[in-house]
C-alpha cells in the first residue's frame, strides 16, 4: 500500500527475528507455521519496510553450533544486510530457552550457571557487535522464582548487578559503541520475575557502576500486564535521559503475555504512547516484539508485520491532527493555568520563598471550583481516533 503511511527506513521501524519467525506454538499446541530461516526473514523485513532487525544469539546461530558453520551464517547475513540496506540494531542474548538456565541465568544460585551465562552472553555481544548492533538488550525471562524460599531476593540483585557491572566493563575493554536497554516483565515465564517493572529497572540502573551506558527497553504488554499505565513508565524513562530502546505491541490487561499486533488493543492508550515517543525527540528504533496470531499461515504472518508499522504511522497521524486542533489546544491552554507570581516562589526553594509562600493567600474553594473540562477534551480526543474530526 504506497500511501502516506508506507513505511520507510527513516521511520526506523525493527522486528525482531523471533517474532516474525515465531511458528504459533504455545503451551498447549504445536506449531502452526513452518520454521522461517533468518535470513530470508531478514531479506523480507527489508522488504517490508523495516529499517532493522533485531536478534537473539540462537534466532541466527542455533545452539552450539560450529564456528565454521557460524561464520558462515554470518556471512550470509551481512550478504542480505548489504543487498537490501537493513541494518542490524539491536542484538541479545537467549539465556532462557536450554534447561541449563531452567532456574535463572545471571540470578542463579549456581555459580557455575553464572559463569555459563556471562560467556554466553560475552560471545553473543561479540556477534551483536560484528553485525553493527548498538543497543544490547537483557531481558531476564528466568531470573525469577516460584519458590521464594529458594532464592534470596537480595542476593539476586547484588548478582543482578555483579553481571551487569561485569559486562558493561566488558564492552569498555573491548571499545565497543554499544549501550545497555533492561527489560522488565512481571511474570512468565517465572512465577515472578525480579525487577518487574521499568520503575524497579529505573532504580536498579543507578546502582550500576557504569549506569550512562545503561537505560531501559519497556515493553508496551508488560507493563500492561500488572495492570499499569505504560506510558507512564515511557514518560519515566524518557524524562530520566533513559529510554534507549522501545518494545512495541499490543495486550489486553491483566492476561497472560500476548504479544499481539501494534495497536490492536486500546488504541487510545497507544496514541497517547506514539504522541509521547513523537513528541520527545527519541530518536531510536521503533521495535516490534508482537508475533502474528496463531490462526495465521505463512504468508499472514507479514499481514501482521505490515499492520504494526502502519498502524504507528496511522497513529502518529492522528498525533499530529491533536496537536493542530484548535478546540483541543484551547482546552489544554485553559487547564495549564501558569501564575508568574507563585512559580517564582514555588519553583526553587529559598527560606524567604517559603516564609512568603506560607503566608500567600490561596483560597482553597475558589481553586476547586475553576473548570476543567475533560469531557469534551476527551470526546475530541474519541472523535478524532474515531475519524469523525
Ligand atoms: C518476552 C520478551 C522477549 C524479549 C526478547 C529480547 O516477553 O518474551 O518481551 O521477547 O523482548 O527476549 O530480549
Ligand atoms: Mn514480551
Ligand atoms: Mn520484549
Excluded at 511458528?23 to 499446541?29: E, K, L, S, T
Excluded at 516483565?185 to 557502576?209: V, W
Amino acid at each position: 500500500m504506497a500511501d502516506a503511511y508506507a513505511p520507510k527506513p527513516q521511520h526506523k521501524f525493527t522486528f525482531g527475528l523471533w517474532t516474525t519467525a515465531n511458528p504459533g506454538r504455545d503451551p498447549f499446541g504445536e506449531a502452526t507455521r513452518p520454521a522461517l530461516d533468518p535470513i530470508a526473514n531478514i531479506r523480507k523485513m527489508a522488504e517490508i519496510g523495516a529499517w532493522g532487525f533485531n536478534f537473539h544469539d540462537n534466532d541466527l546461530i542455533p545452539f552450539g553450533e560450529s564456528a565454521s558453520e557460524r561464520d558462515k551464517i554470518v556471512k550470509n547475513a551481512k550478504k542480505a544486510m548489504k543487498d537490501t540496506g537493513i541494518v542490524c540494531s539491536m542484538a541479545t542474548t537467549n539465556l532462557f530457552s536450554h534447561p541449563v538456565f531452567k532456574d535463572g541465568a545471571f540470578t542463579s544460585n549456581d555459580a557455575a550457571v553464572r559463569a555459563f551465562a556471562l560467556q554466553k552472553t560475552m560471545h553473543a555481544i561479540d556477534l551483536g557487535v560484528e553485525l553493527g548492533a548498538k543497543i544490547y538488550v537483557f531481558w531476564g525471562g528466568r531470573e525469577g522464582a516460584e519458590v521464594d524460599l529458594a532464592k534470596d531476593p537480595i542476593e539476586c540483585m547484588k548478582r543482578m548487578r555483579e553481571a551487569m557491572n561485569f559486562l558493561t566493563q566488558y564492552v569498555k575493554d573491548q571499545k565497543y559503541d554499544l549501550t545497555f536497554a533492561l527489560e522488565a516483565k512481571p511474570n512468565e515465564p517465572r512465577g515472578d520475575i525480579f525487577l518487574a517493572t521499568t520503575g524497579n529497572m529505573l532504580a536498579f540502573i543507578e546502582t550500576l557502576e557504569h549506569r550512562e551506558m545503561v537505560g531501559v527497553n519497556p515493553e508496551y504488554a508488560h507493563e500492561t500486564m500488572a495492570g499499569l499505565n505504560f506510558t507512564h513508565h515511557v514518560a519515566q524513562a524518557i524524562e530520566a535521559g533513559k529510554l534507549f530502546h522501545i518494545d512495541l505491541n499490543g495486550q489486553k490487561m491483566g492476561r497472560f503475555d500476548q504479544d499481539l499486533r501494534f495497536g490492536s488493543e486500546d488504541l487510545k492508550g497507544t496514541l497517547m504512547l506514539v504522541r509521547l515517543i513523537e513528541r520527545s525527540g527519541y530518536a531510536g528504533p521503533r521495535h516490534f516484539d508482537a508475533h502474528a496470531y496463531r490462526t495465521e499461515d505463512a504468508e499472514g504472518v507479514w499481514d501482521f508485520a505490515r499492520g504494526c508499522m502502519r498502524t504507528y504511522l496511522v497513529l502518529k497521524e492522528k498525533a499530529r491532527r491533536i496537536d493542530e486542533d484548535k478546540e483541543i489546544a484551547a482546552i489544554l491552554k485553559e487547564i495549564n493555568r501558569g501564575d508568574a507570581k507563585l512559580e517564582k516562589l514555588s519553583r526553587s526553594y529559598s527560606s524567604e520563598n517559603a516564609k512568603k509562600l506560607k503566608d500567600a493567600k490561596l483560597d482553597a474553594d475558589a481553586l476547586a471550583g475553576r473548570k476543567l473540562p475533560y469531557e469534551r477534551l476527551d470526546q475530541l480526543l474519541n472523535e478524532v481516533i474515531l475519524g469523525v474530526r
